[in-house]
């Protein structure tokens, strides 16, 4: 219910519209919200569905086909997979407003050959990558059921989307192609990303810089027994990241650092 909010907000902001207050008291918004409540069932048998297709970092294209599938099921008419495999579903507005787009990622940080088989104990499940981000992409087919059966016609047209690469190997690989080089590139106006990070109803509005580099450490030592006594480039490798621990970084605007 706050992601649907929150994309018709986006949608408020770009018609100057009434504010979001206003928004979720409207009959539409609240027809919505009943639908979402009546499709628990599905939604849930939707994550386990989802869950149980293996994404690992660039092998994303099982279950990108099933999700491009299963946005058709769910009432998108114009639903492609572009050619860095992002399954990408547009839901047609008036054509009055900008183009929104709302995103979760298809690949899971967990390596090819991963156990992803469901367990559900009570209301909770647990597999690799359930909630991140196999819910996020369960929460886009009911956002897009609910806005059909409570007859929401937007100024915008929204893109739904299913993007692969978002993970660290995956270096947001879908994400640059959508802006950079997709045949969307330079019309998205407004974007949300659903991801699991964050607890309750944690919104971040704003964007989020990332800069990666791939260092290579070398030395002449490395075999416990045949190289034992010369300098290891694991020896070095470790300093260089207890270096890091220590430094001093802005608490405004946050920022984070990481080994990986």
């Not at 609240?30 to 628990?40: L, S, Y």
């Not at 492609?80 to 787009?101: F, M, Q, S, V, Y």
């Not at 309750?200 to 045949?226: A, C, E, M, Q, Y």
């Amino acid at each position: 219910n706050l992601i649907l909010a929150l994309l018709l907000c986006c949608q408020a902001a770009s018609s100057q519209a009434p504010a979001g207050s206003r928004i979720v008291v409207h009959p539409r918004f609240q027809a919505a919200q009943d639908f979402i409540a009546k499709d628990h069932d599905r939604f849930v048998r939707e994550i386990i569905q989802i869950t149980e297709i293996e994404a690992p970092p660039f092998k994303e294209e099982k279950r990108a086909k099933a999700f491009a599938e299963m946005m058709r099921q769910s009432g998108l008419t114009e639903v492609a997979i572009d050619a860095e495999g992002n399954a990408i579903g547009r839901r047609k507005g008036t054509g009055a407003g900008p183009l929104i787009a709302i995103a979760a990622h298809l690949d899971t940080v967990f390596p090819e050959g991963t156990n992803v088989k469901v367990r559900r104990e009570g209301t909770k499940l647990y597999a690799p990558g359930v909630g991140d981000d196999a819910r996020g992409l369960a929460v886009l087919l009911a956002i897009i059921r609910a806005m059909d059966t409570a007859q929401i016609q937007t100024a915008s047209d929204i893109l739904f989307i299913g993007n692969v690469g978002e993970e660290g190997a995956g270096d947001l690989r879908g994400m640059r192609y959508l802006f950079q080089k997709g045949p969307y590139r330079n019309q998205i106006r407004m974007f949300i990303s659903l991801d699991p990070y964050g607890v309750g109803n944690d919104v971040t509005i704003g964007g989020i810089g990332s800069k990666r580099f791939k260092v290579l450490f070398k030395g002449p030592g490395g075999h416990s027994f045949g190289s034992f006594g010369l300098v290891s480039p694991a020896l070095a490798l470790g300093n260089a990241i207890a270096k890091l621990s220590r430094m001093q970084v802005p608490a405004t605007p946050r920022t984070t650092f990481n080994v990986g």
